[in-house]
């Protein structure tokens, strides 16, 4: 084979192997994209951080009988992180239940500024195995709350534990961060509308 | 072999240009290699001073010389440099240098894009550096550029992103160009199971960067565009998450680790066997070995993450995987124990960063064993421990080799030997302070001080002070090696072709210095 004729054919042969090498790094520039999603479905099927229905609200626990037997302590909190505008505090730091059991769970939330404040709390519940026993029928977590300069008022969360609560889980956060929504639509592609 | 003949030949037709167009223009793998690692050099300077800055100011507690604003960019930046600028271009410099003369090639398979990958290190490291006048300060959320942290970057932060994708976008051409030189420019008879270690090190590792290189970039375009456009990849207001960028970072970081380890490796086996004047005991389980740390790489993540609130079975999961990952570097450090055994051992000054990079990568292993261990990692975690750790495998471990390199391949690049007694002088007082520097480091992490502060309680004053003459001495023993070096390319006892009685391989077959051009005409592989 004459040198030329090699050269040639070892040109060819890199030209077929990088075009097929250029894939990969297109396709795992994407799969770090495609981890967001995944991250999130992995999340939702396995509860692992704390943030499972959130955005849905449960049934009203019918049927769902009251296990007396044990008794869950709730630590309640809240956080309002930048610029402190708005203020917020449970009513009172934890509450104690029995799976199965109605409760009510308030949350003081002031607007110390001048203007209206809209704000979204995005709720998380530990240890995050507990996220999908916790059910809400009902949270200010769903919506967006508006205040008026200087209003205060009570935000409310009706809530029950799911009986099905591993044995061992006696203590569970639930806490909510609040943030000012700024932009009207601050929409990600983590989870649009979540929370 | 008559190649070494024919090639020198050839060498006196096709001399290389002169002046700055030969550089900025050169396709040869020899100068692309050579300015990869003058570049890296430079830049282990450059980010060895940052890393002076942060000795001097933990040298008491307070703050003396510096505010903690510019002591938290030091360590971010000294950390991206020092991957990004210094270990890993200085792998692909001895990469290019000498893969084609191991496989007996030509050149790279691609040589302009070779020229490419180069040339945008030095615009990446400028724009990095450049960030360091700018409003608002150097990047200062460290080097993993976790936010929201990382968020609060002034004016730098569009550069440090920027930075990244093209350090990014230059190592997945350079590991493009490896792979295709290595799978389709060997000479015939070099079959894959005979190919240097070094050169199978680096075919594994080209193929770690372009599988997790994108990935960097991908996790860098989500802060983008978290700050910029709007987005909430990683912003819990907008329903994204901040831990799924620690997720994200470390599917690329932990494979990042073995892309700075595996070809410090490669070159150690090439070492050792040399100095003992054996082969390499046990290379096809090098070969398996450097293939399952690979793979490990990409399942063990999280334990850079045990304490985001993990359930019980990913902990688990994640410290069994990592542990697991011991049994083929055990495998290594065995058969480079084996290999020495019984050998007719001479140590010049490659052969002493070499037993020296074994006994010291494995005490950086040993911890890492510790670090892996999850209930425990909640003591180690962001403490001085695990700065301990990853300056024992980076520096006595990384650092080390391409020192031996350097020293082992110089007067293959300039024909001339080292100056043996310098180079001695060079490795003694480097292994002495290298210890002083880092080892109490560990005491100081597992009594709780942790990493990435400007100040600290005066308990940990004396451990504190100990690192800082350390670290002194060993920035001051790396001029050392910069004037052995100088020398040796100026003048000195002229190489053999051979250069080491017990040097197996193809690169020592041509003369030294190796010609421009070596194996224009493939060798016979037997």
Not at chain 2, 166 to 185: P, R, V, Y
Request: charged share 15%.
């Amino acid at each position: 084979m004459g040198g030329a004729a090699r050269r040639d054919e070892v040109r060819a042969a890199n030209r077929r192997l990088v075009r097929r090498l250029v894939l990969l790094p297109l396709a795992m520039f994407g799969f770090g994209f495609a981890l967001v999603p995944l991250y999130d479905v992995f999340c939702e099927i396995t509860g692992l951080n704390g943030k499972v229905d959130t955005g849905r609200a449960a049934q009203a626990p019918q049927g769902v009988r009251v296990d007396a037997s044990r008794t869950v302590r709730i630590e309640l909190l809240a956080q309002a992180p930048g610029g402190g505008r708005v203020a917020i505090e449970p009513a009172a730091p934890f509450m104690e239940l029995h799976p199965g059991e109605l409760r009510v769970a308030k949350f003081r939330a002031r607007n110390l500024g001048a203007e209206a404040a809209v704000v979204r709390a995005v709720p998380s519940v530990t240890p995050g195995l507990a996220a999908q026993h916790l059910r809400k029928v009902q949270c200010f977590c769903f919506d967006e709350q508006r205040l008026a300069p200087g209003e205060a008022r009570d935000l409310v969360v009706v809530f029950y534990l799911d009986p099905a609560l591993p044995e061992d889980i006696r203590t569970v956060s639930l806490g909510y961060t609040v943030f000012e929504v700024r932009r009207q639509a601050r929409a990600g592609p983590a989870g649009a509308g979540r929370g | 072999m008559s190649t070494a003949t024919a090639t020198h030949d050839e060498a006196h037709h096709e001399e290389p240009p002169r002046g700055l167009k030969r550089w900025l223009f050169t396709t040869n793998h020899k100068d692309i290699g050579t300015l990869y690692l003058v570049f890296s050099l430079v830049m282990l300077f450059v980010g060895g001073v940052m890393a002076l800055v942060i000795r001097a100011e933990l040298w008491e507690p307070g703050i003396q010389h510096v505010d903690p604003q510019f002591f938290n960019a030091m360590t971010t930046m000294h950390g991206l440099i020092m991957v990004f600028g210094a270990i890993m271009p200085a792998f692909v410099g001895l990469a290019n240098w000498l893969i084609p003369m191991m496989i007996g090639a030509p050149d790279m398979a691609l040589p302009r894009l070779n020229n490419w990958s180069f040339w945008i290190l030095p615009f990446a490291g400028a724009m990095l550096l450049a960030t360091l006048f700018m409003e608002g300060g150097a990047p200062a959320a460290g080097w993993t550029m976790y936010p929201p942290l990382v968020l609060q970057t002034g004016d730098a932060f569009p550069f440090l992103i920027f930075s990244v994708h093209l350090l990014g976008i230059s190592s997945i051409m350079g590991a493009i160009n490896i792979i295709a030189t290595i799978l389709n420019m060997r000479a015939p008879g070099m079959t894959l199971m005979k190919m240097p270690l070094f050169v199978w090190t680096w075919l594994i590792t080209a193929y770690l960067l372009i599988a997790v290189m994108p990935v960097l970039a991908g996790a860098v375009t989500m802060l983008l565009t978290d700050k910029y456009f709007g987005t909430s990849f990683f912003d819990a207001a907008g329903g994204g998450d901040p831990v799924m960028f620690q997720h994200i970072f470390w599917f690329f970081g932990h494979p990042e680790v073995y892309i700075m380890i595996l070809p410090a490796f490669g070159v150690i086996s090439q070492v050792i066997p040399t100095f003992a004047r054996k082969p390499l005991f046990g290379y096809s389980s090098m070969v398996y070995a450097t293939a399952s740390i690979a793979f490990l790489s990409f399942i063990v993540w999280a334990h850079h993450m045990f304490t985001v609130g993990m359930p019980l079975a990913g902990e688990l999961f994640f410290m069994y995987a990592t542990m697991l990952i011991a049994v083929p570097t055990g495998v290594k450090v065995f058969n480079w124990v084996a290999t020495m055994w019984r050998g007719a051992l001479t140590f010049e000054t490659p052969m002493l960063f070499a037993v020296a990079f074994v006994i010291l990568f494995t005490i950086g292993g040993f911890s890492g064993l510790m670090l892996a261990i999850a209930p425990a990692d909640f003591q180690y975690h962001d403490s001085y421990f695990v700065v301990a750790h990853f300056h024992y495998v980076l520096v006595s471990g990384a650092l080390f080799a391409i020192f031996a390199a350097v020293y082992y391949w110089l007067p293959k690049w300039t024909g001339h030997m080292y100056d043996e007694r310098l180079g001695k002088w060079h490795f003694w007082l480097s292994v002495i302070s290298v210890n002083v520097l880092y080892f109490p480091q560990h005491f100081l992490g597992l009594a709780g001080m942790p990493r990435r502060y400007a100040d600290y309680a005066v308990q940990f004053t004396e451990w504190n002070q100990v690192s800082t003459v350390g670290a002194f001495a060993f920035g001051l023993a790396q001029l050392i090696f910069v004037y052995v070096v100088w020398k040796c390319v100026r003048g000195g006892r002229k190489a053999t072709a051979q250069v080491w009685e017990g040097a197996r391989g193809l690169e020592w077959t041509v003369p030294s210095p190796a010609p421009y051009h070596t194996f224009t005409q493939a060798p016979e592989v037997k």
